[in-house]
Nanobody, 119 residues
Framework: QVQPVESGGGLVQAGGSLRLSCVVS????????MGWYRQALGKQREMVAR???????NYADFVKGRFTISRDTAKNTVYLQMNSLKLEDTAVYYC?????????????WGQGTQVTVSS
């Protein structure tokens, strides 16, 4: 298993919360950084959040104060806690290895997990 495996998406009302999980097949300490990305229907994929092997986090402006990226190194898992969800958060969310600026290192993507926010 090489690609991260995402889970935790679903249907939620605006203002609600979801927690996404991303499981990798090796230690997070051996990976420079991991990122969460999303792609809404008809739109480009964009970076949501990033966490380094040292625990430093970065967020896109549109999720600051609402989303939190975290990790459980014992479980090789990266999480994205999403609070105060908005309609515009509806997208397929992906996890991938990230570069120093939050972009993906590799062009291969998994199946992602669908997040749908309703009014």
């Amino acid at each position: 298993q090489v690609q991260p495996v995402e889970s935790g998406g679903g249907l939620v009302q605006a203002g609600g919360s979801l927690r996404l999980s991303c499981v990798v097949s090796r230690s997070l300490f051996s990976i420079r950084a991991m990122g969460w990305y999303r792609q809404a229907l008809g739109k480009q994929r964009e970076m949501v959040a990033r966490i380094t092997s040292g625990g430093t986090t970065n967020y896109a402006d549109f999720v600051k104060g609402r989303f939190t990226i975290s990790r459980d190194t014992a479980k090789n898992t990266v999480y994205l806690q999403m609070n105060s969800l908005k309609l515009e958060d509806t997208a397929v969310y992906y996890c991938n290895f990230a570069d120093d600026y939050g972009g993906p290192i590799f062009g291969s993507w998994g199946q992602g997990t669908q997040v749908t926010v309703s009014s």
